[in-house]
């Protein structure tokens, strides 16, 4: 581990710093992720209601 390579103080808080934020992005990406899905299965839903879209053919 990162941890046990560090060698002087400030190794050490630097190392336990970019552990720390790495697990605060991991947090949040663990919120938003379902709240996305949640978004998104709404959404073909929606467009899965209104039907099939034809496109306009130009002669």
Known sequence: ???S???SPA???HTATA???GDVLDS???VLAPLFALR???VQRI???QGPVVAAVRP
């Open 19 to 21: 552990m720390l934020v």
């Open 28 to 30: 949040v990406a663990a």
């Open 5 to 7: 390579l560090a060698e």
């Open 40 to 42: 998104l299965t709404a």
């Open 11 to 13: 190794a050490v808080r």
């Open 47 to 49: 467009r899965s209601a």
């Open 1 to 3: 581990m990162a941890c």
